[in-house]
């Protein structure tokens, strides 16, 4: 399975950017895809996770400005993220996996990570 995120970039405060991640070698049709995310000299957090029934979960700091949604036909996650802080810069990670959990440890495949970096 391999993963390929892409989408991010540089932004200003308030600015939006919307991150995708396509799959293959794998059906994504039920598992879990999420997002997360490393901030420098920090530890990996959860960031959203849809579960393949369209389920949404979002981690505290992100809710109302994020929007996770996945398009099983193209085996791609998407990232909808708008009102962005600087404290949103870190590379973003998607992930799948059979539980729908905020857990890292419970995602068995991950992409390489996009770096976002928002300005103040």
């Known amino acids: 399975v391999q993963l390929q995120a892409s989408g991010g970039g540089l932004v200003q405060a308030g600015g939006s950017l919307r991150l995708s991640c396509a799959a293959s070698?794998?059906?994504?049709?039920?598992?879990?895809m999420g997002w997360f995310r490393q901030a420098p000299g920090k530890e990996r957090e959860f960031v959203a996770a849809i579960s393949w029934l369209h389920i949404t979960d979002y981690a505290d700091s992100v809710k109302g400005r994020f929007t996770i949604s996945r398009d099983n036909a193209k085996s791609t996650v998407y990232l909808q993220m708008n009102t962005l802080k600087p404290e949103d810069t870190a590379v973003y990670y998607c992930?799948?996996?059979?539980?729908?959990?905020?857990?890292?440890?419970?995602?068995?495949?991950w992409g390489h990570g996009t770096l976002v970096t928002v300005s103040s």
């Open positions: 070698g794998r059906t994504l049709i039920s598992y879990t």
């Open positions: 992930a799948t996996g059979p539980r729908y959990e905020n857990n890292p440890n419970a995602y068995d495949y």
